[in-house]
């Protein structure tokens, strides 16, 4: 099996060798999937994607074109891919339902922990030898009561750590965890009370159409006055507009984000010579309340091993005619 490999990142590409163990042929570009890079899988039989990769109507149509049958994400999130299109053209899509869940929300509370702590502003102190304390007041998380939206794999584990740290736990999901109601007093309410009773709220929901926006004016008018905002999971789950107004007037005390709505040609590539024409990341960028750091939550050993072995197991199993219980559309043959 011959397979291109989009957006393939330095960092991973010794991971996806690893875990191949010579199987496949697998060829590297450092180049997104579009409609216009679709051209670039002519003569390969499968394609691996990550996030920042567009499959699109019209780049799934072009890709059945070009004889691709297999698409393996490299993330949990497939909000980037037409399911719908690929299932009815018959090209299978697999993604990587759960590498390191620890990964995430790990980097969730190191979020938290810099932006309550102002350790980013406390460390640029420190590198001019100001070792002034004023201004760099925090809490203490012990019995500061966390909202988590999206309570499941990454949410579960985003509970514990604040369990682990004495916090109160609020919830909310359309699918209720007993486990996290049992072992770390977690009590699943509605979304707006969640907003009104949290000290923090960390976001743990795919990107779909419910949640596409989901904290925007109105929830944060709700909110806790200097509530902190972590969100790990996608940028379009929330208004970045709205939040940017929720910062402005104090309603909201800090942000820390690992996602972007506006990420997708920003984030993974370096812009320090040409500043991106994004107003809206620059006024983020421009907030010492706001901590942004450039979608690599991810980024740990177990994650990309794990990722790599998912990925190329995905292959194995289509390889040999099999299915893959990561599939995330069965062919519909109705092409
Ligand atoms: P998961 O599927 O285990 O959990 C998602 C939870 O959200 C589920 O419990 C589900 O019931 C809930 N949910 C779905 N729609 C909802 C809605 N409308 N309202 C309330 N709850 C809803 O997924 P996970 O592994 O925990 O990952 C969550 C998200 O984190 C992923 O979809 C992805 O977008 C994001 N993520 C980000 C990174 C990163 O590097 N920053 C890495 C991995 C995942």
């Given at each position: 099996?011959?397979?291109?490999?989009?957006?393939?990142?330095?960092?991973?590409?010794?991971?996806?060798?690893?875990?191949?163990?010579?199987?496949?042929?697998?060829?590297?570009?450092?180049?997104?999937?579009?409609?216009?890079?679709?051209?670039?899988?002519?003569?390969?039989?499968?394609?691996?994607?990550?996030?920042?990769?567009?499959?699109?109507?019209?780049?799934?149509?072009?890709?059945?074109?070009?004889?691709?049958?297999?698409?393996?994400?490299r993330s949990v999130g497939y909000d980037n891919v037409n399911l719908r299109a690929a299932s009815r053209l018959a090209i299978r899509v697999a993604n990587v339902p759960a590498y390191s869940?620890?990964?995430?929300?790990?980097?969730?509370?190191?979020?938290?922990?810099?932006?309550?702590?102002?350790?980013?502003?406390?460390?640029?102190?420190?590198?001019?030898?100001?070792?002034?304390?004023?201004?760099?007041?925090?809490?203490?998380?012990?019995?500061?009561?966390?909202?988590?939206?999206?309570?499941?794999?990454?949410?579960?584990?985003?509970?514990?750590?604040?369990?682990?740290?004495?916090?109160?736990?609020?919830?909310?999901?359309?699918?209720?965890?007993?486990?996290?109601?049992?072992?770390?007093?977690?009590?699943?309410?509605?979304?707006?009370?969640?907003?009104e009773q949290s000290d923090i709220i960390s976001l743990h929901v795919p990107l779909n159409t419910e949640t596409h926006q989901m904290i925007n004016e109105e929830l944060i008018s709700v909110?806790?006055?200097?509530?902190?905002?972590?969100?790990?999971?996608?940028?379009?789950?929330?208004?970045?507009?709205?939040?940017?107004?929720?910062?402005?007037?104090?309603?909201?005390?800090?942000?820390?984000?690992?996602?972007?709505?506006?990420?997708?040609?920003?984030?993974?590539?370096?812009?320090?010579?040409?500043?991106?024409?994004?107003?809206?990341?620059?006024?983020?960028?421009?907030?010492?309340?706001?901590?942004?750091?450039?979608?690599?939550?991810?980024?740990?050993?177990?994650?990309?091993?794990?990722?790599?072995?998912?990925?190329?197991?995905?292959?194995?199993?289509?390889?040999?005619?099999?299915?893959?219980?990561?599939?995330?559309?069965?062919?519909?043959?109705?092409?």
């Amino acid at each position: 099996m011959k397979i291109l490999v989009y957006s393939a990142k330095d960092f991973e590409i010794p991971y996806l060798e690893k875990a191949n163990r010579r199987k496949y042929h697998l060829t590297f570009t450092k180049e997104a999937l579009s409609s216009k890079t679709a051209m670039n899988a002519i003569g390969f039989d499968a394609i691996s994607i990550f996030s920042a990769d567009e499959a699109c109507f019209i780049t799934i149509e072009k890709l059945k074109d070009f004889g691709v049958k297999y698409i393996a994400l490299r993330s949990v999130g497939y909000d980037n891919v037409n399911l719908r299109a690929a299932s009815r053209l018959a090209i299978r899509v697999a993604n990587v339902p759960a590498y390191s869940p620890y990964s995430i929300a790990e980097h969730a509370t190191s979020l938290l922990l810099a932006l309550n702590r102002k350790l980013i502003e406390s460390n640029h102190r420190v590198d001019h030898f100001n070792f002034k304390l004023n201004h760099l007041v925090g809490f203490d998380l012990n019995n500061k009561t966390v909202g988590i939206i999206g309570t499941g794999k990454i949410g579960a584990i985003m509970s514990k750590i604040m369990h682990g740290f004495g916090c109160t736990l609020l919830g909310y999901d359309i699918n209720e965890n007993n486990d996290l109601i049992d072992k770390y007093n977690l009590d699943y309410t509605a979304l707006k009370n969640l907003c009104e009773q949290s000290d923090i709220i960390s976001l743990h929901v795919p990107l779909n159409t419910e949640t596409h926006q989901m904290i925007n004016e109105e929830l944060i008018s709700v909110m806790k006055q200097g509530v902190i905002l972590i969100n790990t999971a996608r940028g379009s789950v929330i208004n970045t507009e709205d939040v940017i107004e929720g910062l402005k007037n104090g309603n909201i005390g800090a942000l820390g984000i690992d996602v972007y709505e506006n990420e997708k040609g920003i984030f993974f590539k370096d812009h320090s010579r040409h500043i991106p024409n994004d107003d809206l990341l620059i006024k983020l960028n421009a907030m010492p309340n706001v901590l942004i750091t450039g979608h690599h939550a991810f980024l740990t050993e177990e994650a990309l091993t794990n990722i790599a072995e998912t990925t190329i197991y995905n292959f194995d199993c289509w390889n040999s005619g099999k299915e893959t219980e990561n599939e995330l559309t069965k062919p519909m043959n109705t092409i």
